[in-house]
């Protein structure tokens, strides 16, 4: 079975631009969930989706938006990047019921 | 406002020397507490879910124990492979939907 699926692994971006990043969920898995994980803060949470609804939405600016698909493939986007935005983005795909998460390799994000 | 804490940031084991890391959390709507193993340049994994205080799961040299307060990873004779961070993360839920917080985790460093 293959496994939660992000791209791409690695980019860099100057200050002002926006990034798109992509997650391919676990098959079956309806639910996708996103996560910032940087050496200060630790993983923090984003927003999570379910059925191509935003169920919840953590504590970012409005510069961090995201979606999600009728197959339950999701983006996440960043707009007017800033240097504190270098981070490694995480996706993890669940079983909505019973909250075990699943995790991709993460896209690593550096912010020049 | 909802808390994870785990303890110690940083463990330093000889092989074989077991010990506890600690996860202590304050939260309104627990709907479980899991505990995730990451290595480095990887995504978090998956290792238990806790879902009722006295509730006990093991796998391999590990244990994991949950009271109404806080939740033990007990590690049994470990071995160089074990070294890794340990994640405790809490799952909460409400009528806004459900969202995962996660502790700032214990690397943990087994030398043979």
């Known amino acids: 079975k293959a496994g939660v699926t992000q791209t791409p692994r690695y980019l860099i971006k100057t200050r002002g631009q926006q990034v798109t990043l992509s997650c391919s969920p676990i098959s079956g898995h309806r639910s996708v969930s996103w996560y910032q994980q940087t050496p200060g803060q630790g993983l923090q949470f984003l927003f999570e989706?379910?059925?191509?609804?935003?169920?919840n939405k953590g504590n970012f600016p409005g510069r961090f938006s995201g979606r999600q698909f009728s197959n339950s493939r999701s983006e996440m986007n960043v707009s007017t990047l800033e240097l504190g935005d270098s981070a490694l983005y995480l996706c993890?795909?669940?079983?909505?019921?019973?909250?075990?998460?699943?995790f991709g390799e993460g896209s690593r994000l550096t912010v020049l | 406002e909802d808390q994870v804490t785990q303890s110690p940031e940083a463990l330093r084991l000889q092989e074989g020397e077991s010990s506890s890391l600690n996860c202590s959390y304050t939260v309104s709507g627990l709907r479980g507490l899991f505990w995730y193993r990451q290595d480095p340049g990887k995504g978090p994994e998956f290792l238990f879910t806790l879902y009722s205080a006295g509730e006990e799961k093991e796998k391999e040299r590990l244990k994991a124990t949950l009271t109404k307060k806080e939740s033990f990873l007990h590690i049994t004779a470990p071995k160089p492979e074990d070294s890794a961070t340990y994640l405790c993360?809490?799952?909460?839920?409400?009528?806004?939907?459900?969202?995962?917080?996660f502790g700032a985790g214990t690397r943990l460093f087994v030398k043979a």
């Open positions: 993360a809490v799952r909460l839920g409400g009528t806004g939907g459900f969202k995962t917080i």
């Open positions: 993890a795909s669940s079983l909505r019921n019973t909250g075990e998460l699943f």
């Open positions: 989706y379910f059925s191509e609804t935003q169920r």
